[in-house]
């Protein structure tokens, strides 16, 4: 199908910068766009889709999240991290069945894609459920199944979340024409063996896979590791082989001096969690200092559990606005950084290089905020006015490889009614209410 997106403000991405179209024209082949200007293009199109007061800018992409989470939104809240993940989280997660699982990512979906989101990065159990919910919906999604490993006399070899992680590699990456990726993932330091994660490790570069993680998140996560092992997560990571493979690491928080050379060294990139930071009064990561290092940082929400919502929009004016208070300078973080971090990087980092930025020959993945509202008037710095003040609320279409998934309220790949009646079902199931 060739369409045509008339009269609209785009944010396109030239070779150094963003370029700002007032009132253009955006052409899509398929899949992908062809075209982008301020002129009507010449040729025919199947529809002609009139934008006007519509704001065009590449699909958000969602580095880090837990997305079956959304059905523990609110648990725990008010707790640190080790009480909150040991003591409310796991036990619900235990009674938690496919079907569960299943409605939870379908809700999450939903609400991402409500808000501009078209590609996300998932750690959970029972990935297959995820995958089928993405794939139903058209999205984009690059999906894991965390290893764990509790036991320090199992074999690496015999720890089934090893053995499942790879049957989901072979089978499904690469699925729905590519929108489907599998990654390898292992929790966290604090969560695994040193022996499961040096085994781990070598099985994801042999497979040529991507490695997703959690590192040094809080301050007694990062502490108890140079305790037991005298080193910092970072380096026990290191020592254990595991950032041979490109490796993208969530949080990040207390990395230190040392850490970030060493994540600079190996090519990891860092995935930024403002909105769950605060949350858990984890800490201020030190994501100038790393860009400034010319480490790749990306954005994500984390789970609904720890956020409470899947907003990338929230995560973009946080990651812009508190580093200035938290340093007292208000020029460490431009919003065309911020902007960058929660598309184009986020797409690297996945792995992605067709997606991420509106240019002719990259994948039609883009999402249209509606400008008709009193708080994103007048538009003067389309950047800042994304960064500082628009809201998940005012995307009114968002579009995946062409094909509009979301338009004013109307999904048209998932049944929302569906959704919702087994999202209030899990619910019942775990709750009793």
């Known amino acids: ?81 080790q009480n909150w993940l040991f003591d409310k989280v796991f036990p619900i997660e235990d009674r938690m069945t496919k079907e569960d699982i299943l409605a939870g990512s379908q809700l999450a979906i939903l609400e991402m894609l409500a808000c501009g989101t078209t590609s996300f990065s998932d750690m959970y159990m029972e990935p297959e459920m995820t995958v089928g919910a993405v794939s139903k919906a058209g999205m984009k999604a690059n999906i894991c199944r965390p290893v764990q490993e509790f036991d320090g006399d199992e074999r690496p070899q015999d720890n089934y979340r090893v053995k499942e992680s790879l049957e989901l590699f072979d089978k499904l990456n690469g699925a729905d024409n590519d929108r489907i990726r599998v990654d390898f993932c292992i929790h966290a330091e604090y969560t695994c063996t040193e022996a499961v994660a040096r085994y781990y490790g070598q099985l994801c570069r042999e497979h040529g896979g991507n490695m997703h993680i959690h590192l040094s998140e809080t301050q007694k996560e990062h502490q108890e590791c140079i305790e037991k092992y005298g080193k910092t997560p970072a380096k026990w990571f290191a020592d254990a082989g595991v950032f041979e493979s490109r490796t993208m690491a969530a949080h990040c928080v207390w990395v230190t001096r040392d850490d970030m050379e060493l994540l600079k060294e190996k090519g990891v990139s860092v995935i930024h969690n403002p909105t769950s930071n605060m949350k858990l009064g984890s800490g201020f990561a030190h994501v100038q200092e790393m860009m400034d290092m010319g480490i790749l940082l990306g954005l994500g929400t984390d789970g609904a559990a720890s956020n409470n919502n899947l907003n990338m929009f929230e995560e973009m004016h946080l990651a812009s606005i508190l580093h200035n208070g938290y340093t007292g300078d208000p020029t460490i973080m431009r919003p065309a950084d911020v902007f960058r971090m929660a598309t184009l990087n986020g797409a690297k980092i996945q792995g992605r290089v067709n997606t991420g930025k509106l240019q002719v020959g990259m994948r039609a993945d883009i999402a249209a905020i509606n400008l008709d509202a009193p708080h994103l008037y007048p538009a003067l710095d389309v950047l800042a006015l994304i960064c500082y003040s628009a809201q998940g609320s005012d995307v009114c279409m968002t579009m995946v490889d062409g094909q509009i998934l979301y338009e004013n309220g109307e999904y048209f790949t998932i049944d929302r009614e569906q959704v919702m009646a087994e999202a209030k079902a899990a619910v019942k199931r775990l709750y009793g209410i």
């Open 1 to 81: 199908m060739r369409r045509l997106l008339s009269n609209c403000g785009i944010l396109s991405d030239g070779d150094t910068e963003y370029r700002y179209i007032k009132k253009g024209y955006l052409a899509i082949d398929g899949d992908t766009i062809t075209y982008i200007g301020e002129s009507k293009p010449d040729g025919e199109f199947d529809q002609i889709k009139d934008m006007t007061g519509k704001l065009l800018i590449p699909g958000l992409v969602n580095t880090h999240t837990h997305s079956p989470m959304c059905l523990l939104r609110g648990i725990g809240s008010d707790l640190p991290l």
